[in-house]
């Protein structure tokens, strides 16, 4: 089998729909993560950094906050090279927490706090963690089931009040042996020890784990790669203006997502960071409100829960300018939703993969938009469609084929993979392992994962997009798709005190989905069965529904 077309040698169409504003290439400076937050606090120092608990700081404060911390994370012996676990609530000890290490030049190993103990177990492992930072729950379960690291940190997320006048907070034991202590006796000691030189670019500076059932793997992104994402997303709003923007983040920022179109991208346009820890969907509405955010990345699964619940059709929504939806299929109708309510604002689906950091396609924000398509290859990005048994061969327009995607933002590889790393990244280029179709205008859309889409009466259905139109229905929590036999099948969860009949859930696909992407069935289960990495365990389900 030939290896990937050169990226050079091939065409770039969708060039010519990239709107005024958005660079086709960009020059990227070679710098670490910490630089971002020194040109802010250099060029914007009294500009809000952060408004999170409560409390709002500026640059030169979360700088300053930043440095404090890496010192004595340093005098406990971390540095260059240290692989840490942190595992953070969306509070303002998360992004200072994220920045002091990578100052030290430390690996982030970003987990959810709530992450299932066989999932953190096999993390910990694979990732031969050197210190954890984290929840009390989090370093609770890494004591009973793994074993504390040499260094953890134990954060309860009220480290800093949002009064100026000193609080002790009740202390919390993290026991275990080792050099354990909780963030608020750190901030109470010396902060004196020197810190390293920021490292170059191509270091290391997260292991991000994803799982393809239960196959589970840490990407390798380096400095380089996260910075270089930033840029791209900073970019593809070309009227985003530094020092005025004020970014939402409701999204934990452990998910790549939110971690690099939220806070780098906003560090690199000197944005206020308004961080938010698990919102309803009402206290999400009024915290726009008061806040008055203009860029918002999340997931459509939050906007729709956003525009569902009754208080939120009360608030004022208009501030926000530009929401970038990633990570599922973003329903049209859900968009056109979205810019009605908030009079007005662009809602444009991304989408990305882990070993892209995560940002690699977008629809223009400006400019024409075709919805239902993923869009264009970002500022620097070559895409291609190729046969998947074949990956020199370039398939034609329209053709549904493997993605390939080559730009700065594509990983090193997997951690200690080294030929599931070669299968991968080849000559530069990401197998995605995902299907996908490109049009002669070089609009991308996305068919879905090699494993998981099917083929009726000729066409590829993905289960994704069935299950993201279930899920715009008011009554449902959470859907999952499958095949039985030449079946479609549908499992929803209701929401509380929500009422499912499959009738009407079939013929609310009928309204969404081409006919051959309609359901034959949907049924209502108590929950979905998941592998042990949280995501939907579809060979469960389909055994579950083959006999109902």
Request: charged share 30%; hydrophobic share 45%.
């Given at each position: 089998m030939a290896g990937p077309p050169d990226p050079a040698s091939l065409e770039r169409p969708w060039l010519e729909a990239y709107p005024p504003g958005v660079p086709p290439t960009y020059r990227l400076p070679a710098v670490a993560l910490p630089r971002l937050l020194d040109d802010a606090a250099r060029d914007f120092p009294s500009t809000p950094a952060l408004i999170a608990d409560g409390a709002t700081i500026d640059f030169v404060t979360l700088r300053e906050r930043v440095e404090a911390v890496a010192s004595r994370l340093a005098g406990r012996g971390l540095g260059v090279g240290s692989r840490v676990l942190v595992g953070l609530h969306n509070s303002a000890a998360a992004p200072?927490?994220?920045?002091?290490l990578w100052r030290l030049g430390a690996v982030v190993i970003p987990v959810s706090p709530a992450?299932?103990?066989?999932?953190?177990?096999?993390?910990?492992?694979?990732?031969?963690?050197?210190?954890?930072?984290?929840?009390?729950r989090l370093l609770h379960e890494l004591r009973q089931h793994v074993a504390l690291p040499p260094v953890a940190v134990c954060v309860t997320g009220g480290e800093w009040p949002a009064r100026t006048r000193r609080i002790r907070l009740?202390?919390?034991?993290?026991?275990?042996?080792?050099?354990?202590?909780?963030?608020?006796?750190?901030?109470?000691?010396?902060?004196?020890?020197?810190?390293?030189?920021?490292?170059?670019?191509?270091?290391?500076?997260?292991?991000?784990?994803?799982a393809r059932g239960e196959d589970l793997r840490g990407v390798v992104l380096s400095h380089a790669n996260l910075v270089a994402n930033a840029f791209q997303a900073r970019l593809w709003v070309p009227d985003v203006q530094a020092g005025r923007e004020r970014v939402l983040v409701a999204d934990p920022l452990h998910e790549v997502l939110p971690l690099t179109l939220g806070l780098l991208a906003g560090l690199l346009s000197a944005a206020t960071l308004v961080l938010v820890d698990r919102p309803e969907p009402g206290e999400l509405a009024r915290i726009i409100e008061r806040e008055k955010p203009t860029l918002f990345p999340t997931v459509p699964a939050r906007l729709h829960a956003l525009l569902a619940?009754?208080?939120?059709?009360?608030?004022?929504?208009?501030?926000?300018?530009?929401?970038?939806?990633?990570?599922?299929?973003?329903?049209?109708?859900?968009?056109?939703?979205?810019?009605?309510?908030?009079?007005?604002?662009?809602?444009r689906e991304g989408y990305g993969l882990a070993e892209a950091a995560p940002l690699t396609h977008a629809q223009p924000v400006y400019g024409r938009a075709t919805f239902g398509t993923i869009g264009l290859p970002v500022t620097g990005t070559v895409a291609v469609v190729v046969d998947p048994d074949?990956?020199?061969?370039?398939?034609?327009?329209?053709?549904?084929?493997?993605?390939?995607?080559?730009?700065?933002?594509?990983?090193?590889?997997?951690?200690?993979?080294?030929?599931?790393?070669?299968?991968?990244?080849?000559?530069?280029?990401?197998?995605?392992g995902d299907l996908a179709t490109v049009d002669a205008d070089g609009v991308f859309t996305?068919?879905?994962?090699?494993?998981?889409?099917?083929?009726?009466?000729?066409?590829?259905?993905s289960p994704r997009h069935v299950e993201a139109a279930l899920s715009?229905?008011?009554?449902?929590?959470?859907?999952?798709?499958?095949?039985?036999?030449?079946?479609?099948?549908?499992?929803v969860?209701?929401?509380?005190?929500?009422?499912?009949?499959?009738?009407?859930?079939?013929?609310?696909?009928?309204?969404?989905?081409?006919?051959?992407?309609?359901?034959?069935?949907?049924?209502?289960?108590?929950?979905?069965?998941?592998?042990?990495?949280?995501?939907?365990?579809?060979?469960?389900?389909?055994?579950?529904?083959?006999g109902r």
């Open positions: 200072v927490l994220l920045l002091a992450l299932p103990a066989e999932r953190l177990r096999a993390v910990a492992e694979d990732a031969r963690v050197d210190a954890a930072v984290g929840a009390p009740p202390r919390r034991p993290v026991r275990g042996g080792g050099d354990h202590v909780t963030l608020a006796d750190l901030l109470l000691e010396d902060a004196s020890t020197p810190l390293p030189p920021v490292v170059a670019a191509d270091a290391e500076a997260a292991y991000v784990y994803r619940d009754r208080d939120a059709v009360r608030r004022d929504l208009t501030s926000l300018r530009v929401c970038v939806a990633g990570g599922a299929p973003l329903d049209p109708g859900l968009a056109a939703e979205v810019e009605r309510r908030t009079g007005g604002a662009r809602v074949d990956l020199g061969r370039v398939l034609p327009p329209d053709t549904p084929g493997m993605l390939l995607v080559h730009g700065p933002q594509v990983a090193q590889g997997y951690l200690d993979r080294d030929e599931l790393s070669r299968a991968t990244f080849v000559d530069g280029w990401l197998v995605t996305h068919v879905g994962r090699v494993e998981e889409v099917v083929k009726r009466e000729g066409q590829f259905v715009r229905h008011p009554a449902v929590a959470r859907a999952g798709v499958v095949t039985v036999g030449d079946l479609l099948f549908g499992a969860v209701p929401r509380r005190r929500g009422r499912v009949h499959s009738d009407a859930m079939v013929e609310h696909c009928r309204n969404l989905l081409d006919p051959v992407a309609v359901p034959d069935r949907v049924i209502a289960v108590d929950r979905l069965p998941e592998t042990s990495a949280g995501d939907l365990d579809r060979d469960e389900l389909r055994r579950q529904l083959a």
